[in-house]
Every structure is written in structure tokens, then in C-alpha cells.
């Protein structure tokens, strides 16, 4: 696997370096070109490319990969109030709520639970919020002002090339409005039963279509969820974030932005039972109101946007706190990416680039968690290299391309991907990928301890009490090797009359190399694991009249795992995920927007299957003001998706006033 | 760490050494006016549309200014066609006096070409030179097939033509039969 990974890579990289001897000087190139072109016949003009691979306007129709796009119209009416939530809407993606400030997220399979690696990564303008701690996302604080996104891209399947290590199962990359899309002033407040309230505030004003900037702030309260038996489960929470964007230009085709936030949770309870430690087996409910808060600052600068060659830079520093009762992290990265792209030979197009990332944890190691060494430092070097080529005209395409990966846990690492892509008309898409993703181990499972029970070594025997107390856990080891995915993909696309969309996936995942737990849980993670998922994601869509636009979605998934481990993959992901949506606009005001999830049995969390219905009315009763109301979960009372938490029934009322824009 | 020097070095190389292609418009305007010059080449006029043997061609733009820097760069590096040069200009119609000045430069020349960004002028410009022997050409779909002689036509990333033989006739102009044979035949209704 490593060697075509090699391969390809050098193959690139050496088109990438041909030097400038002969024929292949840019400005010679285009001399020889022009005069080429002035005297050739009319027939041989006739057979004369006049668009280049990344000129033509690239249609969701014929995008090679299982990628859904949710619009910031798709947000705005899903009546999520957070990204986490908003992500329901992708086909074949999972969320589980774990409770009013935890979410489980991820597609096709071994999403693990909130200790343990989730495969997907998740960025926010290209950083990082997915921490590299146990190999998941804080979706908490992976959050922003939801007015200010301009769309979510997911990709289910092996993240392409461009993205690192760690995109296995998919990327989710949430992208927000350039500053000039959101000049003038917006307040958005609203209120809910169940205690959840929400204020936004955010000013934006804009020298002229390249110059504009915004201030924003965002503060939502959430109150606790219960258990069956009625009883508050601790895990009320607020948060307040506040960040700032800035977009201007340094000459007509160079553009920069700059952009920030901090943020912080006044209130983060958290209920939970721990062992004592020094006791054999004594636990006890503990209280806490954890400290939760960070900051960023990223810069980026970009050359050629939307031209056939260009470069990009890109960097960043993220600081996050996170003291909980069971551990606490302070962590700092620094990330450094710069890219290039090109368009050549009339067929070709080629992305490479380099990117360095850093980051430091300080752990406080707490009674259920421990880490040693308990601060540490590591880097990872990422190097890619992508080619696109159009074999046949207007129909046939093949991307081919690798990434490089030096990371301070596993070395160095090749992953390389092939992807093929017929588009017989303009209406239809068949492709299909090779990719070979890599997993890096979590900083948990390296250097991490969970606690599940301190013991007394003679009583847990059987014996007399001896005196000697030891955690009894599950450990991290620094020799686990990375895990390996090999992911065949199949895709069809076909769009019928017109608006009608149907979208079909299907994919087969083997694992050769996964992160496994023993399967009496205690002792040491080990790379003995293997396993294998397959199933298909299928995708309606259907512009049914000029104001009526319904979406639907199935999804099966398998999944099985092989080795001497706790094969608990098997059963923590539902089977079976289903969605409907009704978006209907009546008369120019007024918007209902419905929503039906389904969501099978997930034997090995012990949740029985749900459906969960949605509504939402929205009505603008004049420019600048919008009024809605937004139910969710309004068959059931309650209901548990992925713990003991009951996800209550719903009603969320706001309000949003926008002016001077 | 040899290979991540050689890596950062490859991803920081300034003049890409590979045949970087034009952006799709350059691109699209010099294939154009690569079609210019063979209609040029396969194209008889009435004698006394030249004042001298070594008169040139004149080509008139009406359009972009891009457009026209296209056209001059190709009909260059194109040289000397039946053994004259080409002369090709600009002429604007957006403001009154741009249209006056324009109509004496579309009538002194042979061969006018308008561009897809001045598509609203195209009506305006057939008015100015009907029934001179002018050959009006233009990238504006259904030019052939409304009054122009000649429409170039975007099909699958790749252009052809279209031929009005009847209004090329009554213009008094000879078009070889090697280049209608290439083009799709229209025709105005008459």
C-alpha cells in the first residue's frame, strides 16, 4: 500500500519539478502557442480545446464524491441553533445528542462514543476544531453565529487528498460569509421551554465589494436534560462567544482575511460518577461546573482565486481550556498551510502544497483520567499533491493524487486516492475512488489511562483486603500503530427533468489496521483490530413546484469487526438512518418548513428505534424582521438517542431584525 | 528529511514549470480570432475594397477591450495573409458619439467582428454595413441565422461555425467553398 502511495506521489511531484529547460517556460510557451494557433486550418482549430478542467463551472451533477452541501438557506430552515444540530440534515450521518452539551457525530460507522475516536474531521475556515486529545470534536464550543455561514460541506468517504490525517470517514468543513455578505446590523433573540435562550448580535459594514468587516456575538443558555426516571441529569450550560472578520485586498487579484473569536462557558455543569480514588471500589456522584474556554486568530491570504493558477496561505493559533472532573486540558496549535494550483497542458489540473501543524497539551490528570506524560508537545508536516485530468472531453475525468505525513506519534505516512468520474450528459454523474486514509492515534490512546475502578488487589481476588489500591482501566500505548482504511467508493448521480435529483453512494470501508480495546476492556489499547463496513447512502430531492421543495434520504450501514477486541463498533451506530424534509413557501411571507428523521435500534447503547418530526413556521411580516417558531422532537415526550439522557419535546420561539443594510 | 526538503522546496517553486494554460476567456478570444484570420485567408473581396496590392485587411472589434487585444495578438503572430498585413481596431458603441465615430470605422472595413459582451450593438452594426461587402462575423448565437454572415459557436469546449451563404452573396463577397463546407448553413428567412 505504501508503494503506490510512493508512486504516485513521485510521479507528481516530478511533473510538478520539470525544470525550465525546453519547451515548458510559461511566457515561451504562450508565444509558440499564439503562433501555433494563427496558422493552423480551420479544421484543426475546429478540434481546439477552448476551456480548461477547472474554467468550466463545476455542477453539483457532476462532483465526484458522496458530498452534500447544506446551504445557509438549508440551516436557516432546519431550526438548528447549532452546527451540531444542523448536521442532521446530512444523508447517512449520525447525530446523537449525548446530552444538552455533547453530541456524537459522524457517517458510515465507528463513531465511538464521546471517549473514544469519532473518524471525522471538522474545520471552521480551514482550522481544526476536531481535538487531537481523544480524536473528536467538543461540538460545544465547535460552534459560531449560524446567520454567518455561508454553507456546510460534507464529505462523506475519505476526505480527498487536501485534507490530513484523521479524515477517514468523512470531513466536515463549515465555511462562513465573507464580511461584504453580511454588512448592516442584525439581532436575532429567541427563547425556548426547557430553558434554552439564544441572543446574536452582529454589525458588518463594507468600504466596497473586496473591503468589509463584522463584529458579532453570540450567547446561548441551555438548561438540563433528565433521565427515565425524571431526575435533572446535572448538565445545564451556557456559553458566550464573541469574534470579528475582516476581508480586504492587497492588489485586484490578491486577497487576505482576518478573523477571531473567543469564547467561554459561564456555566458548564457536568454530573458524573466517579471513582474514589484510594478506596477499593467506592464511587461518588460529583458536581461540577466546568471551565470551558479558548480563542483563536487566523489569517489568510489568497492569489488567483477562481483563476487557473494561483497560491494560498493560510495560518492560525487556537488556544482551548477545557477542566472538567474527570481531566483537564489546556492545549495550543499553531498551523501553518500554503497551497498552489494550476491549470496545464489544455487537460490538466494540478493542486500540491505543504502544511505544518503544532500543538501542545497541558493535561491536569483527574481521578478517571490520567495521561503520562501529562504535557506534551508534537508536530505534523503534511505535503499533498493532487492532479486532475480530463481524459475524454466534457465526460471523462480522473483525479489521482496522494498526501505525505510526518507526524511526531507514527512517522511517516502516504495517502494516496484515485477517483473517476463519467458524465455522459450534463444531467448524469458515474464515478468511482480508491482511497487509503490514515488515522493517527488520539493523545488518549497514547498516553491516556482511563479509570474505571480503583480496586484492592487481594479483595478484587477474592481474597482478604490487602491494603495495595490500583486503578483498574483501560491504557494508551505509544506503540500503537496507525490505523489504515482501504475505501472503495461508488457513486451515481442523475438529474431528471427539471428538478428532480437523485444522488446514490455506495461504499465498502476495510479497515486493516484499527485501534482496538481488549475484550475484557481492561488493560492496554492495541492495533489488533480490523473490520470491514459497507452500505449505501440514496438521496432524493425535488423542486416540486416553484415554492415546494421536498428532500429525502435513506441509509444502511454494516459494520463488522474482526480481532481479539470489544467488538462494541457493532452495535453503537444505528443501522438504519432515514429523513424527510418539506420546505413550502406561502404567498411571499410566510415559510413551513417540516422535517421527519428516522433512526434505528442501537442494540449496544440499548436505544430503541425513533422517529423524531420537526416543524417550523417562519413569518416576515416586513422587510428586515423575521418571526419564527420552531418545534423539534414533537412526537415523543422524550427520547434517548445515544445515553440515559432524555432529549425532551421542543418549542423554540425567535426573533430577527436586520437593518441598515 | 531529505524528502521534506525537497518537498518544501518543490511546493514553494515560483515559475511553475509546466505549460500553464490561459485563463478560459484569453483563451476562448485568441481561438476566435484564430478563426478570424482563416476567414481572412478564404475570403475574395471586391478589388476596389483595397486602395493599394499592399493594403491591409482591416478588422474592426466591436466589444471588449480584451477581445480586441486578442484579436490584434493572434492576427501578429499570424504575419502577412495573401501577402498583406491586418490591421485590426477597436470600435465602441456605447455612448452617441462613440456610435458616429464608429460608423465610419465599420465602413472601411472588410471584415467586422462583434463580440459577445457588445451582443445588444449587433442589430446597430448590421444596419451600419448592409449591402457593403463587409463580412460580419460574430460569437453571438443565432448571428447566422438573423442578418450576419458568419456565427461562431461554442459546442463541447470547442467552436465551430455557421454560414449564411445568402447574405455572404449579396454582400458581393466570395467565401472559399473549403470553409463553408466546415460550417452549419443558415439563413435568414426572407
Known sequence: ?661 | MWPWALLALLACLPAIALPASPSTDARLLQVEGAFLVNFLRYTDWPPQRFAASSAPYVVTVVGSQDAADAVAAVAAAAGDIRGRHVLVRRASMATAADRAAASDLLRGSHLVFVESSARADVDAVLDIVRGLPILTVADIPGFAASGGMLGLVQSRSRLGFEADPAAIHDAGLLVSAKVLKLATLRGAAR
Open chain 1, 1 to 661: 500500500m505504501k508503494h503506490w502511495g510512493w508512486a504516485i506521489g513521485a510521479a507528481l511531484l516530478l511533473l510538478a519539478a520539470m525544470g525550465k529547460a525546453g519547451a515548458f517556460e510559461a511566457d515561451a510557451g504562450a508565444d509558440t502557442d499564439l503562433s501555433r494557433l494563427a496558422n493552423m486550418s480551420l479544421e484543426d482549430l475546429m478540434k481546439t480545446r477552448v476551456t480548461t478542467v477547472s474554467g468550466r463551472p463545476s455542477s453539483r451533477i457532476s462532483t465526484p464524491a458522496a458530498v452534500t452541501v447544506l446551504t445557509a438557506e438549508d440551516i436557516r430552515r432546519s431550526g438548528a441553533r447549532n452546527v451540531a444540530e444542523a448536521l442532521r440534515l446530512v444523508p447517512g450521518m449520525f447525530v446523537g445528542r449525548v446530552n444538552s452539551s455533547s453530541w456524537v457525530v459522524g457517517a458510515r460507522g465507528l463513531t465511538g462514543s464521546s471517549l473514544t475516536a469519532t473518524r471525522y474531521l471538522v474545520l471552521i475556515d480551514g482550522r481544526l476544531v476536531y481535538d487531537p486529545l481523544v480524536s473528536t470534536t467538543f461540538w460545544d464550543t465547535a460552534d459560531t453565529v449560524l446567520s454567518d455561514i455561508d454553507r456546510i460541506e460534507v464529505i462523506r468517504g475519505p476526505g480527498a487528498t487536501l485534507w490530513g490525517a484523521n479524515a477517514m470517514n468523512g470531513v466536515i468543513s463549515i465555511i462562513t460569509k465573507r464580511a461584504s455578505d453580511t454588512v448592516g446590523s442584525l439581532v436575532e433573540l429567541g427563547v425556548g421551554n426547557d430553558g434554552e435562550r439564544q441572543a446574536v448580535m452582529r454589525y458588518g459594514a463594507a468600504k466596497d465589494e473586496n473591503t468589509a468587516w463584522r463584529v458579532w456575538a453570540k450567547y446561548a443558555d441551555h438548561g438540563d436534560f433528565e433521565n427515565a426516571a425524571g431526575a435533572s441529569i446535572g448538565d445545564e450550560w451556557s456559553s458566550v462567544r464573541a469574534g470579528f472578520r475582516y476581508d480586504g485586498v492587497f492588489t485586484p487579484t490578491t486577497d487576505f482575511t482576518l478573523q477571531g473569536d473567543v469564547y467561554n462557558e459561564p456555566k458548564a455543569m457536568e454530573t458524573v460518577l466517579l471513582p474514589v480514588p484510594g478506596q477499593d471500589r467506592q464511587f461518588q456522584w460529583q458536581t461540577t461546573n466546568d471551565t470551558v474556554r479558548g480563542g483563536n486568530l487566523l489569517f489568510r491570504i489568497r492569489h488567483g482565486y477562481n483563476e487557473p493558477r494561483g497560491w494560498f496561505l493560510r495560518t492560525y493559533y487556537d488556544q482551548t481550556q477545557r477542566d472538567t472532573s474527570r481531566f483537564g486540558v489546556s492545549r495550543r496549535t499553531a498551523d501553518v498551510e500554503y497551497r498552489r494550483w494550476l491549470d496545464w497542458g489544455d487537460r490538466n489540473n494540478l493542486i500540491w502544497g505543504l502544511q505544518y501543524d503544532w500543538t501542545h497539551d497541558d493535561i491536569a490528570s483527574g481521578p478517571v483520567l490520567l495521561f503520562d506524560p501529562s504535557a506534551r508537545s508534537w508536530t505534523s508536516i503534511n505535503a499533498f499533491v493532487q492532479n486532475t485530468t480530463e481524459l475524454v472531453d466534457d465526460t471523462l475525468f480522473a483525479m489521482v493524487g496522494t498526501k505525505f505525513t510526518d507526524h511526531s506519534f507514527v512517522g511517516f505516512q502516504t495517502q494516496p486516492s484515485v477517483r473517476v468520474w463519467w458524465t455522459p450528459t450534463p444531467t448524469q454523474t458515474l464515478w468511482a475512488a480508491v482511497s487509503r486514509p490514515v488515522r493517527v492515534p488520539s493523545r488518549f490512546e497514547e498516553n491516556g489511562e482511563l479509570v474505571f475502578a480503583y480496586v484492592d488487589t487481594g479483595a478484587i481476588a477474592g481474597g482478604p483486603p490487602s491494603g495495595v489500591i490500583v486503578p483498574l482501566g483501560l491504557s494508551g500505548t505509544e506503540s500503537l500503530r496507525p490505523e489504515k482504511l482501504l475505501a472503495y467508493e461508488l457513486g451515481h448521480r442523475l438529474q431528471v427533468g427539471n428538478g428532480w435529483v437523485f444522488d446514490t453512494s455506495l461504499f465498502y470501508n476495510d479497515y486493516r489496521t484499527l485501534v482496538g480495546v481488549p475484550p475484557g476492556i481492561f488493560g492496554t489499547f492495541n492495533s489488533d483490530a480490523s473490520g470491514v463496513t459497507y452500505g449505501l447512502e440514496f438521496t432524493a430531492s425535488a423542486q416540486l413546484t416553484d415554492r415546494w421543495r421536498m428532500e429525502g434520504s435513506w441509509s444502511r450501514l454494516v459494520t463488522r469487526i474482526d480481532g481479539p477486541v470489544l467488538k462494541f463498533d457493532e452495535t453503537n451506530t444505528p443501522r438504519t438512518l432515514a429523513q424527510l424534509h418539506s420546505y413550502l413557501d406561502i404567498g411571499a411571507d410566510v415559510e413551513v418548513n417540516a422535517s421527519a428523521y428516522y433512526v434505528s435500534r442501537i442494540p449496544g447503547l440499548g436505544i430503541d428505534p425513533y422517529t423524531r418530526a420537526d416543524l417550523g413556521l417562519t413569518w416576515r411580516p416586513r422587510d428586515g424582521l423575521a418571526l419564527s417558531v420552531t418545534g423539534q422532537n414533537l412526537l415523543h415526550a422524550q427520547h434517548r438517542e445515544v445515553t440515559g439522557a432524555e432529549i425532551p419535546r421542543s418549542v423554540f420561539a425567535q426573533a430577527a431584525f436586520a437593518f441598515g443594510h
